[in-house]
């Protein structure tokens, strides 16, 4: 699996993006999916994860009802939709895909990683 993520940028604190990571192969279906994310000077970071058919998910608590990660299979692609954008935001945000059913949070289990897209918030 390729993972292609997108729709980084800059963005005022209070505000909108939407992350997207497409999948090549065929089976993304069969591949949980998370997004982690690294901000300069720090680990990386679980952020979300969603299970092969959507459901269930599971956040981080400091993003927990202002991002929502969702898929479509038929798309092979995942999204992360990240409202009310915060400067501790800021960070380069990772897809990866883990073989397996369930949403997980471990960064261990994640098998493919694509290249990351950078999310700047400003105050």
């Known amino acids: 699996v390729q993972l292609q993520a997108s729709g980084g940028g800059l963005v005022q604190a209070g505000g909108s993006l939407r992350l997207s990571c497409a999948a090549s192969?065929?089976?993304?279906?069969?591949?949980?999916m998370g997004w982690f994310r690294q901000a300069p000077g720090s680990e990386r970071e679980f952020v979300s994860g969603i299970s092969t058919s959507g459901l269930p998910t599971s956040y981080t608590d400091s993003v927990k009802g202002r991002f929502t990660i969702s898929r479509d299979n038929a798309k092979k692609t995942v999204y992360l939709q990240m409202n009310s954008l915060k400067p501790e935001d800021t960070a380069v945000y990772y897809c990866?895909?883990?073989?397996?059913?369930?949403?997980?949070?471990?960064?261990?289990?994640?098998?493919?990683w694509g290249l990351g897209t950078l999310v700047t918030v400003s105050s």
């Open positions: 990866a895909a883990a073989r397996q059913i369930m949403h997980t949070r471990r960064y261990e289990d994640y098998a493919y």
């Open positions: 192969g065929r089976t993304f279906s069969s591949y949980a």
